[in-house]
């Protein structure tokens, strides 16, 4: 098989992107795709909120950007996802959530790959209308401990405020109140939507109807990506 004019030396290797507008149900999706294609899920987000939290210099720069609904800058989460494709855990493939989310982040990566002589197998653009996206967005609670997204209404955890798959306090995030959701709603509009036509030329592109119940939308994904393998 040939990517980009190469023969790639592993064609099991699954490198997928996760693209959608806030709220689409990427995070959710993400944990099933990592765990059934045994890629690792590689959240910029879930990755700059650590930051934020241990109050690291990354993390005190990048607070203001993500409380204003902002794109924390280019380089900083390029060289984020540099460092996180070092780590070996990487070399059969990845799940990025979140990343690219503008023209020079996904040329960035694009950059990297090719100097690791490996190429993007497939982009997952999950598609959800906006007044949806802000009902999903103002119920969300976020697990403390692994990250894992429940919703008020429409994925309640089996306890109030407690994680199903790990007992983490569930919390708000700062991020997802109104005025917040429409800033990063018109962000990805401007900045992260036209990623869609980039990876359409080069024939990467699945959209998926997100608007249907998690596990619709994660039988339309498998179907699109094909079987997992070895
Ligand atoms: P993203 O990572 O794209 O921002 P999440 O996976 O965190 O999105 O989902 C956003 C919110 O919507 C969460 O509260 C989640 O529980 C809920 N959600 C996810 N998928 C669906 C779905 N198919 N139908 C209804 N609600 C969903
Ligand atoms: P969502 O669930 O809305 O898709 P994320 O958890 O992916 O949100 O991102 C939360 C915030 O972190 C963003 O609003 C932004 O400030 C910052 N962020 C995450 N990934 C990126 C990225 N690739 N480029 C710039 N900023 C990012
Ligand atoms: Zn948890």
Avoid at 7 to 18: M, S, Y
């Amino acid at each position: 098989m040939t990517v980009n004019g190469k023969e790639t030396a592993n064609v099991a290797q699954f490198n997928l992107i996760l693209l959608g507008p806030p709220g689409a149900g990427k995070g959710t999706q993400a944990s099933r795709i990592a765990a059934e294609y045994a890629v690792p899920h590689i959240s910029t987000g879930d990755i700059l909120r650590s930051a934020v939290k241990n109050q690291t210099p990354m993390g005190l720069e990048a607070k203001r950007y993500m409380d204003a609904g902002d794109l924390v800058p280019d380089e900083v989460v390029i060289g984020i996802v540099k460092d996180r494709l070092q780590e070996p855990d990487t070399a059969g493939g990845f799940l990025m959530d979140g990343f690219p989310r503008t023209i020079p982040q996904a040329e960035a990566l694009d950059a990297a790959l090719e100097s690791l002589d490996r190429a993007i197998s497939k982009t997952v653009v999950i598609l959800v209308d906006e007044e949806d996206l802000v009902r999903r967005l103002s119920g969300r609670r976020i697990c403390r401990g692994c990250q894992a997204p429940f919703h008020l209404l429409f994925n309640a955890p089996k306890e109030e405020g407690v994680c199903d798959k790990c007992g983490g306090e569930l919390y708000q995030r700062d991020d997802d109140t109104e005025a917040t959701v429409r800033n990063r709603l018109a962000i990805y509009r401007k900045q992260t939507e036209p990623l869609i036509e980039y990876y359409d030329r080069a024939g990467l592109v699945a959209r998926i109807d997100g608007a249907k119940t998690p596990d619709q939308v994660y039988d339309e994904i498998r179907s699109a990506l094909g079987p997992a393998g070895e």
